[in-house]
T-cell receptor
């Protein structure tokens, strides 16, 4: 059984640019959640996707958007990057919205 | 007041020690409680999952939940250098779209 995978591993962008991060969910999982983890902090919930629809959102501005595809993989898009967006972005998949979440290795984004 | 409070440490113990990690929370709607382990520059890995109050044991790890005090603990017996990591508590409410709320994480070092 393949676990959760994320790409790319690292990314460097400049302020004002746009970025797309990708996540492949674990086999048999139809729900994907995205988190932002700043250095020295716990992960903060961005949003969750279930069967291609947004199913809950945290306290993040609209320039954070997402997509889920029919194969349950997902993208996180961030527009107009700010320095404070520098963080580890984590994707987690689960069998259903209320089930245990399993995390991928994360994408480390640096905004200069 | 933050929803979940966790002492960030750092905590340094000798090999073989019993480690106690704790979190307090303010939201009485939380029903599911988890502990994740995160190695440096990796995604969180689920260690323990408990529902409501009580104890759960898995090998060297014991998770305790006291809902009346809004307090959860993770005990590690016979700690090993490989246990050196950041430990994150996480919790959520009953509903399927309830977000996972994390503590800040406690950085643990087990010295040989």
């Amino acid at each position: 059984e393949t676990g959760v995978t994320q790409s790319p591993t690292h990314l460097i962008k400049t302020r004002g640019q746009q970025v797309t991060l990708r996540c492949s969910s674990q086999s048999g999982h139809n729900t994907v959640s995205w988190y932002q983890q700043a250095l020295g902090q716990g992960p903060q919930f961005i949003f969750q996707y279930y069967r291609e629809e947004e199913n809950g959102r945290g306290n993040f501005p609209p320039r954070f958007s997402g997509l889920q595809f029919p194969n349950y993989s997902s993208e996180l898009n961030v527009n107009a990057l700010e320095l404070d967006d520098s963080a580890l972005y984590l994707c987690a998949s689960s069998r259903s919205p209320g089930d245990t979440q399993y995390f991928g290795p994360g994408t480390r984004l640096t905004v200069l | 007041q933050k929803e979940v409070e966790q002492d960030p440490g750092p905590l340094s113990v000798p090999e073989g020690a019993i480690v106690s990690l704790n979190c307090t929370y303010s939201n009485s709607a939380f029903q599911y409680f988890m502990w994740y382990r995160q190695y440096s520059r990796k995604g969180p890995e689920l260690l323990m999952y408990t529902y409501s109050s009580g104890n759960k044991e898995d090998g060297r790890f014991t998770a305790q939940v006291d809902k009346s005090s809004k307090y959860i603990s993770l005990f590690i017996r016979d700690s090993q250098p490989s246990d050196s990591a950041t430990y994150l508590c996480a919790m959520r409410g009953q509903g399927g779209s309830e977000k996972l709320v994390f503590g800040k994480g406690t950085k643990l070092t087990v010295n040989p």
